[in-house]
């Protein structure tokens, strides 16, 4: 996990104008000047591994955009500092988990679909999935209206 947050905030740090990002004093470098501490409480739980990735970078977007992440969503994602969101395991369990906190919309890897046969049917007709490869899809889904901006040239999608 603590990878997975090195990258997420290496990968905002250098897409941060093209998604205009900033700090609180307006700084085109979000994190000068500021230090970012990350707690995942829940001792119980196990959280370990890449999987919380695109949960990061969402998570630090909507801090340093002011925007707020939707409320009926839930993500799962290893991600790459070219921008890309890779396939993660234990998706039936994370999607029931979902499921029975009502949430309404899961994102996903793309490669992970084939992973969503293994979910009841009654799961899979009662929930909106969307299935990405790259960060700006994630960005643009999590937010109501999208996100502004692209990521830099040479860091787009690859379906």
Known sequence: MKESAHLAISWLRANAKAYQLTNIVGAPDPLEGSDIHLHFPAGAVTKDGPSAGVTIVTCLASLFSGRLVRSDVAMSGEITLRGLVLPVGGIKDKVLAAYRAGVK???????????????????????????????????????????????????????
């Open 105 to 159: 919309c899961v994102i996903l890897p793309k490669r992970n679909e084939k992973d969503l046969e293994d979910l009841p049917a009654n799961v899979r007709a009662n929930l909106d999935f969307i299935m990405v490869s790259s960060l700006d899809q994630v960005l643009n889904s999590a937010f109501d209206g999208g996100f502004p901006g692209t990521a830099m040239p040479g860091l787009q999608k690859a379906d």
